[in-house]
């Protein structure tokens, strides 16, 4: 019964230094997302993929790169972290493809990223 | 404009009392309205969605949507302090993508 799982839970990077946020789903769904959240600010989307070898920018895609490794993951890559990256990622998932208006999202717990 | 705006707030109401959230939209083709309770440092949760246009009621929530003037709000009676988190306003629009409002803080005081 775990939905959406994210690793790491927290993880705290120099400026310049590499990472890539793991994310997984047990639902069989089609659909998969990246989102930041910042203060003030809502969840803003990064990258999506709409079904398994498929993936497209969102609204703030600079300085990410994604990977639909297969149906249940979905990683983000951070290739040289900035201060400007330092927020919290959550990644969710979603039964329908991208056109269908009524399925619902569900989040995992979210990574907490600080880049120094 | 955004293209979903929220008062960010905070909204404080006494305990009892109904809490209104407001959300506005700016694409017209939007097909699907949600909104998701997020405690502090937790992740979001969905709690309501509509689609149609009038009121939907689930317990002391109550969601109202008006296309016409691209308006989604969420009542929420007999407040408790337990309803103390950040409410959410998702649209799914046109394209598919599900896109948030800023959050609105909602404190409900005993």
């Known amino acids: 019964n775990a939905g959406v799982t994210q690793t790491p839970k927290f993880q705290v990077l120099k400026t310049g230094q590499s990472m890539t946020l793991q994310c997984a789903q047990d639902?069989?769904?089609?659909?998969m997302y990246w989102y930041r959240q910042d203060p003030g600010m809502g969840l803003r989307l990064i990258y999506y993929s709409a079904s398994e070898g498929t993936t497209d920018k969102g609204e703030v895609p600079n300085g990410y790169n994604v990977s639909r490794l297969n149906k249940r993951e979905f990683s983000l890559r951070l290739e040289s972290a900035a201060p400007s990256q330092t927020s919290v990622y959550f990644c969710?998932?979603?039964?329908?493809?991208?056109?269908?208006?009524?399925?619902?999202?569900?989040f995992g717990a979210g990574t907490r990223l600080s880049v120094l | 404009q955004k293209e979903v705006e929220q008062n960010s707030g905070p909204l404080s109401v006494p305990e009892g009392a109904i809490a209104s959230l407001n959300c506005t939209y700016s694409?017209?083709?939007?097909?699907?309205f949600f909104w998701y309770r997020q405690y502090s440092g937790k992740s979001p949760e969905l709690i309501m969605f509509?689609?149609?246009?009038g009121d939907k009621e689930d317990g002391r929530f109550t969601a109202q949507l008006n296309k016409a003037s691209q308006y989604v709000s969420l009542l929420i009676r007999d407040s408790q302090p337990s309803d103390s988190a950040t409410y959410l306003c998702?649209?799914?629009?046109?394209?598919?993508?599900?896109?948030f409002g800023q959050g609105t803080e909602l404190s409900v005081k005993p």
């Open positions: 969710a998932s979603r039964a329908g493809t991208a056109s269908s208006h009524l399925n619902i999202q569900y």
């Open positions: 509509i689609y149609s246009n």
């Open positions: 639902m069989n769904h089609n659909s």
């Open positions: 998702a649209v799914r629009n046109q394209g598919g993508k599900l896109i």
């Open positions: 694409d017209r083709g939007s097909q699907s």
